[in-house]
RNA sequence: GCCGACGUGGCGGAAUGGUAUACGCGUCUGUCUCAAAAACAGAUUCUGAAAGGAUUGAGGGUUCGAGUCCCUCUGUCGGCACCA
């Protein structure tokens, strides 16, 4: 008999953490016949460090992961790095290092941790989007979208970073109008910039065909997008004697007969060509505060309503009426037309605008059972659905009528048309910064903007530049770089100098896993069919917007292109909850919460640190990080040890089956439908939980004679099969010791059989009126008249009935009867 | 302001309309030890000597039975917010 080993996690841990390192275990062949499961995690940053929430989120995906492959698939799961980006470039200014070089060494420290981890990463797969294999291809991508007419380029107000010094896409500025990176307060600023056209894909990113997404993530891209359906309608102005026509944009065409004024925003390309000569310095004025607003300022809701008078006037195509056209900012040039008529009767922000303005407010809907009254006497403006008034020839016509018929009357006299507007804009990807793809775009005297030719990709980021303190791209000032010939004409030319958004990386590298070693092709036809979409996808919800939507659009987009053949491309998407630090505060050095993984790795081990992270609570809930917390996942996974590397030194097996061998085997029955079900649905602390009762169980009964039972050594390998995706190094080795020559991770999921998860007897619970008052162990083969007369005859039972009348005795098979008394 | 989710022991949390508080942490008691740690055994929602009573943010409703379903309120969190 062999002497007890001690649970000794460094040992073994490194142990095979090498050996699946270098029998490369985890790779999933092209050529396998079984199904293919896609199990991708969003890929990291590449800081410098793993923390506590890339273990959160990485510990359950590769749980998932190693449980889809013990369930038959050919499970392929990659890991890669987003390496482009600022905070290389900072480090680079603040230490005079090059960023490519701070990156590099940070993914060297970051791969030991993510091995250090015991997940299932196929390393041959690793993509790193910092290097010229990968963003080659990202600027073969830039291209197509140019080719395609979805990349464009123009001079327009941008969200500007003074901090970061760069430009910013919509969706990287906050709600609160501050760069998502760094807090700072965006303003806007006019520059050249490169676009691509999000918009033209708007209608299908809001509709969410086939996939299953949470439905909140749903909700937040949805009302990212918007929608409004409405009319762009036509208004007739004359300028210098000639007559234009100028188009506003309304949800609401039935209200047309109560437009009372117009108004343009300050952007708006009319405002100086309508502006008469008296108005125009206080135009101009109003227009340049308005540039110099920051976001936050535009943004508030709370601010008062300003505007100014631009003496010109326009024509409500309606009625005739002459109009007074003002600027004001809450007319927003990025939406609809960036023009609207003024309902002040029947808009809140029209109403506020015509009382401060002193215009007239015009009542053209009235609400049913409404009294005439007097809307110059009303204190906001009438939302209500009702029937038209003072509207001529519409004069009542319910409103939910009159949208279509006034639509379709202006449709008809050629001065509008039904249309629809999202709030979604297009993604400006140009970034003034050093450390990204290039992009790969010539500017020549001659022939002007001149895309790369794809033979002559990659545009190579000079690796070693010279920072400036400012932040300002040293690219400009790279002569080799700036400097090259038109591939047109072959004169001299210069290159495009900004870089791309690094979420242009993020948005296909998920494609570039399926063939990642590819100098050919971003990805063959073959690998894409293959493996994509993906099947499952976990990540922060911090993406919903950014890196999920674009994402989406790159998939759209390159199908339209010919380039895959799929519409979406995350077919089941799972949002892990955050990790904080134990004062309920995100963890910050600031704060000095901060807790270090590795740490407890050396303190415990990593399968005590995985299992810990699902033991937390909801994987998509997050939670606190507790150190002491960890001891109790410690304590389990030494007794599971234990208890099992103990029963196997135990000779004598039995066969014999006994009460208590039957008891083992159902409860092991119940515990594969728990772990099942559990894990299946990524509720991995009841998985865990109901691992730890089985294991409970075993230890309270290892000196017992049924510890020498069959029923007992297939507990303890079933444990092992259900523990080995959630802690993988201590199953793998207790698999080995117990004399199996195959490696955990490669059986077959244990299977349950229905019948062996019900018990012989059960708890049956006696209430009165609702209340528990007695329990009684009975058989499951129990009938309903025999309940009856054990709840009516219990001793404990009765003097709760007394003299009462028992009216009736509800009975819930297996569970409860229930005796309902009146007095 | 609008929309959505949530509120359970000292703590993290568990509960197909059917035994509330599984599992774990912490705490207390005990065993072992010169002692401590570790490990092991037991206790641990509140109240009560016990029988019992009360208890899932507050109040109401549906039901034989509600943490779970419905309504009102309240708190916390998340999203949106001058989008015509």
Redesign the pocket.
């Given at each position: 008999m062999s002497t007890r080993t001690k649970y000794n996690p460094k040992e073994i841990e490194s142990k095979w953490q090498t050996r699946w390192d270098t029998e490369q275990v985890y790779h999933a062949p092209d050529d396998s016949p079984k199904p293919k499961f896609y199990n991708l995690v969003m890929l990291p940053y590449p800081s410098g460090d793993l923390h506590m929430g890339h273990w959160y989120h990485y510990s359950s995906a590769d749980a998932y992961g190693r449980f889809m492959a013990m369930r038959g698939y050919n499970v392929m799961q990659p890991m890669g790095f987003d390496a482009f980006g600022l905070p290389a470039e900072n480090a680079a200014i603040k230490r005079g290092i090059q960023a490519r070089d701070w990156t590099l060494s940070n993914i060297e420290n970051m791969r030991k941790q993510l091995r250090a981890m015991g997940a299932r990463w196929d390393w041959q797969r690793e993509i790193v989007s910092c290097l010229p294999d990968y963003y080659k291809w990202t600027q073969w991508l830039f291209l197509q979208f140019y080719k395609h007419n979805l990349a464009y380029r123009t001079k327009a107000p941008a969200n500007w970073c003074p901090n970061c010094n760069t430009t910013l896409a919509n969706e990287q500025v906050l709600?609160n109008g501050t760069c998502e990176r760094c807090g700072t307060v965006v303003i806007r600023k006019e520059i050249d910039q490169w676009l691509l056209k999000i918009s033209a894909y708007a209608e299908e990113l809001r509709h969410f065909k086939g996939i299953e997404w949470p439905?909140?993530t749903i909700?937040?891209q949805q009302?990212?997008i918007?929608r409004?359906e409405?009319a762009e309608i036509r208004f007739m102005t004359e300028i210098d004697g000639k007559q234009e026509e100028i188009p506003?944009?309304?949800?609401?065409p039935d209200t047309i007969f109560g437009a009372t004024f117009f108004v343009l925003?300050p952007e708006h390309p009319w405002v100086a060509k309508i502006t008469a000569p008296g108005q125009q310095a206080e135009v101009a004025a109003y227009v340049e505060q308005a540039q110099r607003m920051t976001e936050i300022e535009?943004?508030?809701?709370e601010?008062e309503?300003?505007g100014v008078f631009t003496g010109g006037y326009v024509i409500n195509p309606l009625n005739g009426e002459k109009i007074q056209v003002w600027i004001a900012?809450?007319?927003?040039?990025?939406?609809?037309?960036?023009?609207?008529m003024g309902?002040p009767a029947h808009?809140q922000?029209?109403f506020?605008f015509a009382r401060k303005f002193g215009i007239e407010i015009r009542e053209v809907i009235r609400a049913e059972n409404e009294e005439p009254s007097d809307p110059a006497t009303w204190t906001e403006a009438h939302v209500n659905m009702g029937v038209l008034v003072n509207s001529g020839p519409f004069d009542g016509t319910p409103d939910s009528e009159a949208i279509q018929r006034v639509t379709k009357h202006i449709e008809e006299q050629g001065i509008g048309k039904y249309m629809v507007?999202y709030?979604l804009r297009d993604w400006l990807v140009s970034r003034q910064r050093y450390w990204g793809a290039p992009i790969p775009i010539i500017y020549c005297p001659k022939d002007g903007t001149v895309p790369v030719p794809e033979e002559q990709l990659p545009v190579r980021l000079p690796e070693h530049v010279q920072f400036r303190a400012t932040g300002e791209s040293p690219l400009r000032y790279e002569e080799d770089f700036l400097h090259t010939i038109c591939p047109t004409c072959g004169g001299p030319a210069t290159r495009e100098v900004d870089t791309m958004d690094t979420f242009m990386d993020s948005s296909w590298y998920y494609l570039r896993y399926a063939d990642p070693q590819n100098g050919e092709q971003a990805w063959s036809p073959e690998a894409m069919k293959r493996w994509l979409p993906v099947d499952q996808y976990t990540g922060g919800?911090e993406h919903a917007?950014l890196h999920l939507l674009y994402s989406r659009f790159f998939t759209k987009a390159l199908r339209d292109m010919g380039h895959l053949t799929f519409d979406e491309p995350f077919t089941r998407l799972f949002h892990q909850g955050m990790i904080l630090g134990a004062d309920g505060q995100k963890m910050s050095k600031s704060r000095g919460n901060v807790e270090s993984p590795d740490s407890y790795v050396t303190k415990y081990s990593a399968d005590t640190v995985r299992c810990y992270m699902m033991?937390?609570?909801?994987f998509d809930?997050g939670?606190?990080f507790?150190g002491?917390?960890l001891?109790?996942?410690?304590?389990?996974l030494?007794?599971f040890w234990n208890v099992v590397s103990e029963s196997w030194v135990a000779g004598n097996i039995s066969t014999e089956q006994t009460t208590a061998s039957k008891a083992i085997e159902q409860m092991r029955h119940k515990t594969i439908k728990r772990v099942t079900e559990d894990v299946s649905h990524f509720?991995f602390?009841?998985a865990?939980?109901a691992l730890?009762?089985f294991n409970?169980v075993l230890?309270?009964q290892q000196n017992e004679v049924v510890a020498h039972t069959a029923s007992y050594r297939k507990a303890s390998e079933t444990m092992m099969q259900l523990l080995a995706p959630l802690a993988p190094h201590i199953t793998e080795e207790l698999w080995e010791i117990t004399g199996h020559t195959q490696s955990v991770h490669a059986t077959e999921w244990p299977t349950f059989d229905e019948a062996m998860t019900h018990d012989d007897t059960?708890?049956l619970?006696i209430?009165v009126?609702?209340?528990?008052?007695e329990?009684v162990e009975v058989p499951t083969t129990i009938t309903e008249d025999e309940v009856r007369k054990i709840a009516l005859t219990n001793a404990?039972v009765a003097p709760?009935i007394g003299d009462s009348t028992v009216q009736?005795v509800?009975y819930?098979p297996g569970?409860?009867a229930?005796i309902?008394v009146r007095n």
């Open positions: 709600p439905e909140k909700t937040m009302n990212w918007g409004s409405g506003v944009f309304t949800t609401r925003a535009r943004m508030s809701t601010k309503k300003t900012d809450y007319v927003l040039m990025g939406y609809g037309v960036g023009a609207i309902v808009d922000r029209d506020e507007t709030r919800i917007i033991f937390i609570g909801p809930a939670g606190l507790k002491e917390n001891e109790g996942v410690w304590r389990f030494n007794r509720r602390n009841t865990l939980a730890m009762e409970n230890v309270k059960f708890t619970v209430q009126n609702g209340k528990v008052r329990r404990k709760f009736k509800v819930i569970r409860l229930n309902v």
